[in-house]
């Protein structure tokens, strides 16, 4: 079982930078790779990052890319996303989300999730 917990949200113009955490609890928590997720009303759910259990494998669909970074620190069983450049269409609920080892970019393909974080970019 493993809870994750997202936090850093917020209001952010344009152009501007926000880091979302993603803190795990449970006692193989380190052994999960993590995928970070977005929902806007009346949209899918939207793969936007996905890092392995080791960090060695990160992934990011072409309309984040160069703009995201994830993180992971396991001595802290947390799991980063800094975004960048954000724009007011990365506006959106994000998720993080857990599965065993490797990240994947199906949300159907994820065993937990946190309860998500309000991101918002005003133009």
């Known amino acids: 079982q493993v809870q994750l917990v997202e936090s850093g949200g917020g209001l952010v113009q344009a152009g501007g930078s926000l880091r979302l955490s993603c803190a795990a609890s449970?006692?193989?928590?380190?052994?999960?790779?993590m995928g970070w997720f977005r929902q806007a009303p009346g949209k899918e759910r939207e793969f936007v990052a996905g890092i392995s259990w080791r960090g060695a494998t990160i992934d990011y669909p072409d309309s984040v890319k160069g703009r995201f970074t994830v993180s992971r620190d396991n001595a802290k069983n947390t799991v980063y996303l800094q975004m960048n450049s954000l724009k007011p269409e990365d506006t959106a609920v994000y998720y993080c989300a857990a599965r065993k080892y490797t990240a994947d970019q199906g949300a159907y393909q994820y065993d937990y999730w946190g309860q998500g974080t309000q991101v918002t970019v005003s133009s």
């Open positions: 449970g006692r193989t928590a380190s052994t999960y790779a």
